[in-house]
């Protein structure tokens, strides 16, 4: 069965630094890989997502995510972080074919202070 | 161009009431997901429906709860007899019927149950 660890589960970090959330999956192929964001009391938005090719993923508001077999991770990363994107973030994991069944790590939270 | 529809966005039951959650999925989505998030818990899969099908539902629980996804009318998920384990935040998602390659989800806003 798939599964997705994200070991942090709150992270704080000042503005402007550069951010790194961890996120590591299991699961018997390559599999395809999200990074969502959830903002307090709001749905779920997709930042990026990994099929295949290109291991370096880039998504919405300036993050990036690294696809890295042998390390089965898929870190998410933003070079400089703004005060809106304190949020939770949501690695995901899903099978390369066939039925689209989507498994979530338990999230990180993501502190922004000035 | 709307996205996901949930409602009501807030709802409050006594406990022993029933609870209806809606979803209407995004123009041209035939695929919808149900999840439930837990307070300080990630998104917990529980049933995944195409029209008139229920596809998976490994997630849900075995008693008072059900989900249907009519030909016509939105998703509904329905959990009988709440008990106050049952607040939570539940998530609809939809996607398009595209086979072999799962684009990711576009989610709703979500429905806060809380039992009182």
């Known amino acids: 069965a798939q599964s997705v660890t994200q070991p942090d589960i709150h992270i704080t970090v000042s503005e402007g630094a550069s951010l790194e959330l961890r996120c590591n999956y299991s699961?018997?192929?390559?599999?395809?890989l999200f990074w969502y964001v959830q903002s307090p009391g709001q749905g779920l938005q997709l930042l990026l997502k990994?099929?295949?090719?290109?291991?370096l993923v880039q998504g919405i508001k300036g993050f990036e995510a690294e696809f890295k077999r042998s390390q089965s991770s898929f870190n998410l990363r933003k070079p400089s972080v703004h005060w809106s994107d304190a949020a939770e973030y949501f690695c995901a994991v899903a099978p390369s074919g066939g039925y689209q069944k989507v498994t979530f790590g338990t999230g990180t939270k993501l502190q922004v202070i000035p | 161009n709307a996205g996901v529809m949930q409602n009501p966005r807030h709802l409050v039951r006594r406990r022993g009431q029933e609870a209806r959650l809606r979803c209407s999925p995004m123009?041209?989505?035939?695929?919808v997901y149900w999840y439930r998030q837990l307070p300080e818990e990630g998104l917990k899969f529980m049933v995944y429906l195409q029209k008139e099908n229920i596809i998976d539902e490994s997630g849900m629980p075995k008693e008072r709860f059900s989900a249907e996804f009519p030909k016509e009318g939105p998703s509904i998920l329905r959990i009988q007899q709440v008990v106050r384990g049952d607040s939570a935040a539940y998530f609809c998602?939809?996607?398009?019927?595209?086979?072999?390659?799962?684009?990711?989800?576009?989610f709703g806003s979500g429905t806060r149950l809380t039992v009182v």
């Open positions: 998602a939809s996607s398009p019927p595209v086979e072999g390659r799962s684009d990711g989800y576009t």
């Open positions: 699961y018997g192929a390559t599999p395809y």
């Open positions: 990994y099929f295949s090719g290109d291991t």
């Open positions: 123009k041209g989505h035939s695929h």
